[in-house]
């Protein structure tokens, strides 16, 4: 179902459900962080990575992640330079800052893909958040021997500013502690993905929220989730709408605003961009 109502009268229907709502369940996937202003392609791909375009005809972050480096010294030259621009550095636009002052007053919850540590650097409180994918921000092992991770700032700061001719020293590449081989990002992307106590805990915390409003107003507010990953965000909000009648479904995203015909009184969809759509919030 795509929405036929206009932007004014779906404006005014998620204002009046964001009022009414007891809780306020976001769901956030990656066209939030690009509306933020943290792109992967184009001319923000370009300024920090064209030797690595140059040299290996990479065209995008994303793609740049998956090619085969020969060695660990370019693997991390690569990962350290995206690392930092996507995570130690503050979003071009202050979308996550609006979102928050939208809901602070709410009881409300996060379940994100991102893996940029936006929400937090937002002021959201750590404790209502669920990165269900990973974060830039930690190592885990390759192998991995051990399900804990480990705090990388340090470290890529120092491969950002030791690197030449796309390569770090060879000193600086992460190896772990307990077996010794190279470390990783701390990313979903294959079955060793290493879910620690903070991704259990924050799973946990997750179930209770939403055991909690099971009967009650809660919004759940999805913004810029794709069908990349759907089962993690947008198949359970429409479930959860279609059991609780008091349940309300947005769905902010550009190009792709829709929700099933079952909910759809239930829903509000808006076709636009999510910084523009927060600020005339």
């Excluded at 998620?14 to 001319?43: P, W």
């Excluded at 690569?78 to 800052?97: A, G, L, T």
Aim: hydrophobic share 35%; charged share 25%.
């Amino acid at each position: 179902m795509k929405s036929t109502q206009n932007f004014s009268e779906q404006m005014n229907k998620l204002k009046a459900a964001l009022d009414d709502a007891d809780a306020v369940l976001i769901g956030a996937g990656a066209g939030l962080s690009t509306s933020a202003g943290f792109t992967y392609g184009g001319e923000r791909f370009f300024k920090y990575f064209a030797d690595f375009h140059a040299k290996y005809g990479i065209s995008d972050m994303y793609s740049g992640g998956f090619y085969p480096y020969n060695t660990l010294e370019e693997f991390w030259a690569w990962w350290s330079r995206h690392i930092f621009y996507n995570r130690y550095v503050e979003p071009p636009k202050p979308v996550y800052n609006e979102l928050f002052e939208l809901v602070k007053d709410k009881d409300y919850f996060v379940i994100t893909t991102n893996v940029d540590h936006c929400f937090q650097k937002a002021g959201f409180d750590k404790e209502r958040l669920f990165y269900t994918q990973g974060d830039y921000g930690l190592f885990q092992c390759s192998v991995p021997c051990h399900n804990k991770t480990y705090d990388n700032e340090e470290l890529i700061l120092r491969m950002v500013a030791e690197q030449k001719d796309m390569k770090i020293p060879s000193e600086l590449i992460p190896r772990c502690p307990i077996c010794g081989k190279p470390m990783t990002t701390n990313l979903r992307c294959d079955d060793k993905f290493v879910q620690d106590s903070g991704w259990d805990a924050a799973c946990k915390r997750y179930d209770k929220f939403l055991s909690k409003y099971k009967n009650k107003r809660i919004l759940l507010l999805e913004l810029g989730v794709g069908g990349n990953t759907p089962v993690i965000i947008k198949y359970p909000f429409w479930r959860i709408a279609l059991k609780n009648k008091q349940a309300t479904y947005v769905c902010i995203n550009y190009g792709e605003a829709f929700a099933p015909k079952e909910i759809e009184k239930q829903s509000v969809c808006i076709d636009g961009d999510i910084a523009e759509v927060l600020e005339k919030l």
